[in-house]
């Protein structure tokens, strides 16, 4: 999947669809916590490795949201912490 179709599906999604924390497809796992897991300095590898369930392809879909979500990643990333 290419960037710009995720972009297309993203925005396709309902307001409803969109509630909560975006994460990586077929998982629980929110996108803001393996941001975050990359700010604490973790890489690719260390991230495939700790969680073998995730493919390349799961993460660099992660890193593409991430990045054209910044606020809202980085919104989650803060809220988390204060709990």
Do not use: C
């Not at 077929?26 to 969680?51: C, E, K």
């Not at 493919?55 to 910044?70: G, M």
């Amino acid at each position: 999947m290419t960037l710009k179709e995720l972009e297309k599906q993203l925005l396709a999604l309902t307001p409803a669809e969109k509630t909560g924390d975006a994460r990586i497809a077929n998982t629980r796992i929110p996108i803001w916590s393996m941001v975050n897991y990359r700010l604490l300095g973790a890489n690719d590898v260390r991230i495939l490795q700790d969680f073998p369930h995730l493919s390349a392809a799961d993460l660099a879909n992660a890193w593409a949201y991430a990045e054209a979500h910044p606020e809202e990643i980085e919104a989650a990333i803060a809220r988390n912490e204060a709990d």
